[in-house]
T-cell receptor, first 114, second 110 residues
Framework: ETGVTQTPRHLVMGMTNKKSLKCEQH?????MYWYKQSAKKPLELMFV???????ENNSVPSRFSPECPNSSHLFLHLHTLQPEDSALYLC?????????????FGPGTRLTVL | QKEVEQNSGPLSVPEGAIASLNCTYS??????FFWYRQYSGKSPELIMF????GDKEDGRFTAQLNKASQYVSLLIRDSQPSDSATYLC??????????FGSGTQLTVLP
């Protein structure tokens, strides 16, 4: 496979469930990102992993927990979500986390929380 | 003030016309600017990036950057119905993370 892949593509879960989103990049990049995209709102950066560094948006609730076991894989663990967490979750990667490296997005996971 | 402002549209242009998409930003430290295209139900796709003041052309697309006035624009020449999508303006500054606008929805009418 090429580029950035995400699984699952669609997920429906109840508020008491625990699930994980998976992202894999095949581009040899060193930085990976999780974004949330809600209707009519700008893309919101949730987490960044770059080499040994992790950066998180302080407004992201603790019910979202990222994991980056290596530079090619990124997970987003979900637990006790709320209906307002329903959104498109996008993974992206870039060569490095600097001003000039463009980010490439995966196809996204459409999450619905009931 | 929003960090990145875009006219949400919808912007409609006839096929063959020039579509002009504009974006203003507040962070003077912004270094790099990106235009992404997002089709409905799909993920954003990078179409242009620009770092220096002036114009940058790639096929039918031209990105224009004016750091003094804090705006960046995207021109699409000879617009096609397949260009109908939401166009996202994004920028990176010293924080080294992309900040996105809400996007402009473009419709090219056959």
């Amino acid at each position: 496979e090429t580029g950035v892949t995400q699984t699952p593509r669609h997920l429906v879960m109840g508020m008491t469930n625990k699930k994980s989103l998976k992202c894999e990049q095949h581009l040899g990049h060193n930085a990976m990102y999780w974004y949330k995209q809600s209707a009519k709102k700008p893309l919101e950066l949730m987490f960044v992993y770059s080499l040994e560094e992790r950066v998180e948006n302080n407004s992201v609730p603790s019910r979202f927990s990222p994991e980056c076991p290596n530079s090619s894989h990124l997970f987003l663990h979900l637990h006790t979500l709320q209906p307002e967490d329903s959104a498109l979750y996008l993974c992206a990667s870039s060569l490095y986390r600097d001003e000039y490296n463009e980010q490439f997005f995966g196809p996204g996971t459409r999450l619905t929380v009931l | 003030q929003k960090e990145v402002e875009q006219n949400s549209g919808p912007l409609s242009v006839p096929e063959g016309a020039i579509a002009s998409l504009n974006c203003t930003y507040s962070d003077r430290g912004s270094q790099s600017f990106f235009w992404y295209r997002q089709y409905s139900g799909k993920s954003p796709e990078l179409i242009m990036f620009i770092y220096s003041n002036g114009d940058k052309e790639d096929g039918r697309f031209t990105a224009q950057l004016n750091k003094a006035s804090q705006y960046v624009s995207l021109l699409i020449r000879d617009s096609q119905p397949s260009d109908s999508a939401t166009y996202l303006c994004a920028l990176k500054g010293s924080a080294r993370q992309l900040t996105f606008g809400s996007g402009t929805q473009l419709t090219v009418l056959p």
